[in-house]
């Protein structure tokens, strides 16, 4: 896996420690004439890392995901989380789905109730409705509890979807583009609260996204995928930004255009052409 | 505050009928009778033939004008829970047998066709293998399995509720097999990576997100229910508001006949809001 030297300082104090997730060699075809989706996906995520994977459409972001989520099964390669072969879905790992998929006919409370109950089936009927209110009040929907997902806004049922997803508390969250249909405003305000929930729980994400701006403000460490079919993870590149960072600052840090020139280059330019230079 | 629009609807209503009244009292209203062999109209002997002598009170019940309809309406709906025995029973006892074994019918086929429903739903192989049976039982009219149900059940009542239950069937079936086949894979994925045991997921997965079009496949069956049971019953019953129906044209009393038609409609409507309110409280919003 090729690494760009640049910005590749704060990876040293992940090599050391174990990784949560490793994924290897994993290939994605559907049919068996023609070339695969992607090929030779490798990669690991250490515990309380955060990172994104950048593609354009077609080049499989989304079946790495379902992949790692086990909705859907490698045609190659494996992906081994705590030493364990993850063939199917599980309550370890929280999913972000693209559309929101909170269940219409529950109000906001009563959808991460669900998944509450859930994951602590011991819990008294109250206890749950407590913990769900609480992690609504973390995505700040304190005043939306027993709204219909019909009754609220795009950027309120996402907010939900992601609380539902904390609620059970995963090792690992995966997100699918989780602010692809929000308008930029809100898309910022959740960003912020998403960066400072995971800053404060230490939450493992691995997170899909074609915003560049989104996965400089988010990521420890961004994927860079080549455009498919027979799509190949291109670059891992760490995020040299402070941790402290925030939507309105982080373009006055040092480094920043030097990142986000070289992701732009990647997507405009590199991306069609790592696969052709390879075969 | 009513909408303009519904105030227009329902001055319209009223007018229609009105004009519907008119029409029923001006082609019933009974007029002396006309001699096709031109004898003139105020002809005595000619009445006189015809049974409209001056001093003789008429006899023969014709079609029923609405003030002779509303009348023997009142004095049956005075009793309708009379019974002095199987040819002399109230009307609203009458409706009550036939709601019984509509109830007993229909209840039977929702308790089977809901989990088949489900098992076709869920599994697309049994769905392909249980397809051509269902295609062609499904266009049976009810009252052709009734020669098979009197000779194999060998019981009146026996025979109505399975007629119900055969016709109430198919749609139930077909729908929730359509409901529950058709759920959002994003639902189904999301109790998937919650790992929501089958039960949980059947009970408050599928089950609500399919509710809408099963209830769809409720209210047609309770309509084709309700359609067949008066067939079925001036067939084969001793009771019910079909056989009433019938024992009433037997009498001659159209009025009574009218009277039951009319019911049979209102129920049939009672029912059906009855389903529609049940399915407005299951229907979301996405």
């Known amino acids: 896996m090729p690494n760009d030297s640049a910005h590749a300082a704060p990876a040293a104090a992940h090599a050391v420690s174990r990784p949560l997730v490793e994924v290897s060699m994993l290939e994605k075809r559907y049919g068996e004439s023609g070339p695969p989706v992607f090929s030779d996906v490798s990669f690991a995520i250490q515990p309380g890392e955060f990172v994104c994977l950048i593609g354009h459409s077609g080049c499989g972001k989304s079946s790495i995901l379902n992949i790692l989520a086990g909705l859907e099964q490698p045609s190659g390669g494996t992906v081994i989380m705590d030493g364990h072969e993850i063939t199917r879905p599980g ?12 269940l219409p006919w529950l ?10 109950r859930s994951r602590f089936p011991t819990l008294s009927r109250a206890e749950i409705r407590e913990k769900a209110e609480h992690y609504l009040h973390l995505v700040g929907l304190h005043n939306a509890l027993d709204k219909k997902p019909a009754e609220l806004s795009g950027g309120m049922r996402q907010r939900v979807g992601i ?22 405003l809100t898309r910022g305000l959740i960003q912020e609260e998403l960066l400072q929930i995971c800053a404060r729980t230490r939450q493992t994400v691995f997170m899909i996204t074609h915003d560049v701006d989104e996965a400089i403000l988010l990521a420890d460490r961004v994927l860079l995928m ?8 291109a670059e891992s590149i760490d995020n040299p930004l402070p941790r402290t960072r925030t939507r309105e600052s982080m373009h006055h840090e040092t480094g920043f255009y030097d990142l986000r020139n070289h992701l732009v280059d990647f997507l405009v330019r590199r991306s069609a052409l790592v696969g052709k230079g390879e075969n | 505050m009513i909408s303009v629009e519904s105030r227009r609807a329902f001055f319209l209503f009223l007018a229609l009928f009105a004009g519907l009244l008119l029409v029923w009292q001006l082609s019933t209203a009974s007029a002396p009778p006309r001699s096709p062999y031109g004898i003139p109209q105020g002809n005595a002997e000619y009445q006189m033939l015809m049974g409209h002598a001056p001093g003789t009170t008429q006899t023969r019940e014709g079609f029923p004008g609405p003030a002779r309809f509303a009348a023997s309406a009142l004095q049956a709906l005075h009793a309708p829970f009379h019974n002095n025995g199987p040819s002399d029973r109230g009307i609203g006892w009458q409706v009550g047998a036939s709601l019984l074994r509509v109830a007993i019918g229909y209840g039977l086929a929702v308790v089977v066709a809901v989990p088949f429903g ?14 051509p049976f269902i295609q062609i039982l499904r266009p049976i009219s009810p009252l052709a399995w009734m020669p098979l149900a009197l000779y194999t059940i060998r019981n009146a009542e026996g025979c109505g509720i399975f007629v119900i239950f055969i016709c109430s069937l198919w749609p139930i079936v077909l729908n929730t097999a359509f409901g529950v086949g058709s759920v959002r894979r994003e639902w189904l994925n999301v109790a998937r990576t919650l790992e929501v045991s089958w039960t949980r997921r059947i009970l408050f997965v599928l089950l609500p997100a399919a509710a809408p079009t099963i209830i769809t496949g409720m209210r047609i069956g309770l ?25 009433q044209w037997n009498n001659l009393s159209l009025s009574n006949v009218l009277l039951a038609v009319l019911l049979i409609g209102f129920t049939g409507m009672v029912l059906d809001g009855a389903l529609a309110a049940l399915q407005r409280s299951v229907t979301y919003a996405e």
């Open chain 1, 91 to 102: 309550l370890e790992r929280g999913v972000v789905f693209q559309g929101h998929a909170l």
């Open chain 1, 107 to 116: 109000s906001a409370v009563q959808n991460v109730a669900f998944a509450v």
């Open chain 1, 163 to 184: 609380a539902r997803a904390f609620s059970t508390q995963p090792r690992m969250l995966l997100m699918d583009e989780p602010f692809g249909a929000l308008d930029a």
């Open chain 1, 226 to 233: 080549s455009n498919g079919p027979d799509a190949r993870l």
């Open chain 2, 118 to 131: 489900f098992l076709i739903g869920l599994h697309p192989v049994i769905r392909r293998a249980v397809d």
């Open chain 2, 223 to 247: 309509g084709i229910a309700w359609l067949a049971i008066v067939a079925a019953e001036m067939l084969v019953g001793s009771s019910g508001i079909g056989y009433f129906v019938w024992n």
